[in-house]
């Protein structure tokens, strides 16, 4: 393996080829599920699962709230993967390998990601249940060079200086604002800027405070880390994240942010949440 990235492109494709043996059929979409919403895998018919504990050179899940399955099916036709369980930096895991999976779906053939996660409402007009399409990040770890391109760049994934003011596709944005629509889902659906911490620890008052004088709408301790790699390989990227939870953002609340409240959260808008995934995926063209 290549010692910055604890894993090499070889062993990235050994996965992907013992995956596909076994896969119905190669993958156009992939999906990953935030906390609390590994549900959105049920949507898929015919399907496969597998154990990540089964997978070569897999990670393990090691969070509640993330199964820890890979599971191949398909959704209105189309074939979609679907990751219950992400793997977050607070794990232990080298940033490199939390992003493995985003690779192996990239050589299985997946052309589309959609990342899902239960985020922290910092803009003040978000309620609990919004459901936010992501349209920037604020890469915090990587401010002091946390990030899952650091080390010796692989050509046969992409290039060295990734753009990414383009990380997140404009049209698959559109498209899920226009399936919002839709289905009535529009009081609840908002966009916005969402931030990245390390974690496992929860935001402090002043770190709130100060992610949403930077600009971010949402915090949580995932998704840009994939999102980077995805765009990386030339994977479209649709990102949502679920607001389980308004941020603290003042001395006097005597709230607390905690990890059931995610979950709880999760399990209440998994319905919609399904709905909108499912519609949105079976209009996502092919390229
Ligand atoms: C905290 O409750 C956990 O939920 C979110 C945070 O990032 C953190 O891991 O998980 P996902 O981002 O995986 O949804």
């Not at 609990?128 to 920037?136: E, L, N």
């Amino acid at each position: 393996p290549d010692s910055a990235t604890g894993y090499s492109y070889e062993e990235c494709t050994a996965t992907a080829d013992w995956l596909l043996k076994r896969a119905p059929e190669r993958p156009l979409v992939g999906i990953v599920c935030g906390s609390g919403l590994g549900g959105l895998a049920k949507m898929l018919k015919d399907e496969l699962v597998i154990n990540y504990c089964d997978i070569p050179n897999f990670p393990q899940s090691t969070v509640h709230g993330h199964a820890g399955k890979l599971v191949f099916g398909t959704l209105k036709g189309k074939p979609c993967v679907c990751m219950q369980g992400r793997f977050h930096l607070y794990e232990g895991y080298a940033i490199q390998k939390t992003t493995m999976p985003i690779r192996v779906f990239k050589l299985m053939g997946v052309e589309t990601v959609i990342l899902t996660n239960a985020a922290g409402g910092l803009n003040q007009d978000f309620k609990v249940g919004d459901i936010m399409i992501i349209k920037d990040h604020i890469n915090i770890p990587g401010f002091a060079g946390h990030n899952p391109l650091v080390g010796a760049n692989d050509d046969r994934f992409g290039v060295r200086f990734p753009c990414m003011s383009d990380a997140y596709d404009r049209d698959l944005q559109q498209l899920v604002r226009a399936v919002a629509d839709e289905l009535d889902f529009s009081v609840f659906m908002r966009d916005g800027v969402y931030s990245v911490l390390g974690g496992p620890s929860f935001e402090t008052i002043a770190e709130c405070r100060a992610l949403r004088q930077l600009g971010a709408d949402a915090v949580g301790m995932s998704t840009v880390h994939e999102v980077i790699v995805a765009r990386h390989c030339d994977m479209r990227v649709l990102a949502l994240s679920l607001i389980t939870n308004k941020a603290v953002m003042d001395y006097q609340s005597e709230k607390k942010a905690n990890h059931e409240e995610v979950l709880e959260t999760g399990a209440l808008r998994a319905k919609q949440m399904e709905k909108l995934v499912s519609t949105v995926v079976s209009r996502i063209p092919n390229t």
